[in-house]
Nanobody, 120 residues
C-alpha cells in the first residue's frame, strides 16, 4: 500500500501565494515522476507540473513563471509553490506519483485532492 497525503490548499486573493505539499508513504522502493494535477468544475483534470527523480521539470503553459515544483527524494515529498495566483487557478489539486513498490510492482498513485480557491 502506498498513500499520498496533500496539504496546503485554501482560499487566497488574486495575486497571492499558496504552497501545496504532498508526502508519499507506505511500501515504497522508489518513486520516478511526481507531479500536481488540477481539476476545475466542469473541466477535465490537467497536468500542472511534474518533476522526475533526477530533477527535470515540466509545467503547463498557463503556470510557467508563476508556479515552482520541487521534491525531496529522501523524504518522498513534492511541493508546489504557487505565486501570482489568478481566479482561473481555482481547482482541486491532486498529487500524483509513479511508484515502484517494495515488491517491485509499478503503481500510479493519487492523493485525495486539496481545494485551492482564488478570489478576484
Amino acid at each position: 500500500q502506498v498513500q499520498l497525503v496533500e496539504s496546503g490548499g485554501g482560499l487566497v486573493q488574486a495575486g497571492g501565494s499558496l504552497r501545496l505539499s504532498c508526502v508519499a508513504s507506505g511500501s515504497i522502493f522508489s518513486i520516478n515522476a511526481m507531479g500536481w494535477y488540477r481539476q476545475a468544475p466542469g473541466k477535465q483534470r490537467e497536468l500542472v507540473a511534474a518533476v522526475t527523480s533526477g530533477g527535470s521539470t515540466n509545467y503547463a503553459d498557463s503556470v510557467k513563471g508563476r508556479f515552482t515544483i520541487s521534491r525531496d527524494n529522501v523524504k518522498n515529498t513534492v511541493n508546489l509553490q504557487m505565486n501570482s495566483l489568478k481566479p482561473e487557478d481555482t481547482a482541486v489539486y491532486y498529487c500524483n506519483a509513479a511508484v515502484r513498490t517494495s515488491t517491485l510492482r509499478y503503481l500510479e498513485v493519487w492523493g485525495q485532492g486539496t481545494l485551492v480557491t482564488v478570489s478576484s
